[in-house]
């Protein structure tokens, strides 16, 4: 594997020419089967908590966008790739920021449990350039750091869910949670040659004033690549996500120190 340093930048939408920006999102990239549980005491979060700040999970510390983030899913899901071996078991949290009875923002991280010894490698999320904005910041041997910012259609449906979605899902409900369809979405993904941590940070547009949309397929939404720069309104919310995840992922960057 090549030790060079890479800075990818592939596409930037309405922004300044200073930003290092690249399209990349992929909301299932570590999140498969759920594994059935072992009886021995696992190390997630307990749903129902509530941290501010950063996460501590699997020895890593998160970040986590400012305010109290309701712990509302948590569970452990496989990896299936030959190289990890019996040390592929992720563990997957889900967690709300809520205003009043509306959920305004979701994370959702991923992380694995043990370390590994042959790297994890950059997601293909990182490559992909059909996607508003992100930038692949560095790819050094093992080590690897991206950032994006697209958006996410959600129905609340729990087919084929993970099942720290499953249990979100539930606690909305129970909860009497109203949760949007479409969402403003900041992903990062760090990695070592031992461990990675991948995180998805979803706002809801309707809590920065953008009206609800229910748009049948994804490239049809107003935030699309193809779209976005037609709308100020939206452009300029993307844009202020997208200066604070420049300095954020420098912080996902230490956590996983």
């Known amino acids: 594997m090549s030790s060079a340093f890479v800075l990818t930048i592939t596409r930037c939408l309405g922004c300044r020419a200073a930003w290092p920006l690249r399209a990349a999102f992929a909301l299932a990239a570590l999140l498969l089967a759920g594994l059935p549980s072992t009886g021995h005491a696992q190390p997630l979060p307990v749903p129902g908590a509530t941290v501010e700040n950063f996460l501590v999970i699997a020895g890593k510390q998160v970040p986590l966008p400012e305010g109290r983030w309701l712990i509302a899913g948590a569970a452990l899901t496989g990896f299936d790739g030959a190289a990890v071996g019996a040390f592929g078991r992720i563990a997957n ?18 992380t694995n449990l043990l370390p590994t010894h042959d790297g994890w490698g950059i ?60 969402w403003l979405t900041a ?46 309104a939206r452009l300029d919310i993307a844009r202020g996500v997208t200066e604070w995840a420049v300095i954020f992922s420098g912080h996902m960057e230490d956590g996983i120190k």
Do not use: M, Q
């Open 93 to 110: 949290i889900v967690l709300f920021r809520t205003r009043g009875t509306e959920v305004e923002a979701i994370a959702e991280i991923s």
């Open 187 to 232: 992903g990062f993904r760090v990695a070592n040659r031992s461990d990675v941590v991948d995180a998805r940070f979803h706002f809801a547009p309707g809590a920065r004033g953008i009206a609800e949309e229910r748009p049948r397929r994804w490239r049809d939404s107003g935030w699309a690549a193809s779209r976005i720069e037609r709308d100020a």
């Open 123 to 182: 997601a293909s999320a990182c490559e992909r350039t059909d996607l508003a904005l992100s930038v692949v910041r560095y790819k050094t041997g093992w080590d690897g750091s991206c950032f994006f910012v697209t958006h996410t259609l959600t129905d609340g449906a729990e087919v084929s869910a993970p099942a720290a979605w499953v249990a979100a899902l539930g606690t909305a409900r129970e909860r009497g949670l109203g949760l949007g369809t479409v």
